[in-house]
């Protein structure tokens, strides 16, 4: 039914990037620097991509 083995690495770096985004730019709105928010972006969809690929989600 799902088939893991063929997720790309740029689908799930955009799924990740675009979940880790909607969190930073609500922080943004708050007061937040954009260059912190963007490191957190990136940092999370890192972290999230390197799960994916060792199996942990």
């Known amino acids: ?33 954009p260059w912190i928010a963007l490191g957190i972006t990136g940092f999370s969809a890192a972290v999230a991509l390197l799960c994916d690929r060792v199996g942990l989600l």
């Open 1 to 33: 039914m799902y088939d893991r083995q063929n997720k790309d690495l740029l689908s799930g770096a955009i799924a990740a990037a675009v979940g880790a985004g909607v969190a930073a730019s609500f922080a943004v709105a708050l007061g937040q620097s």
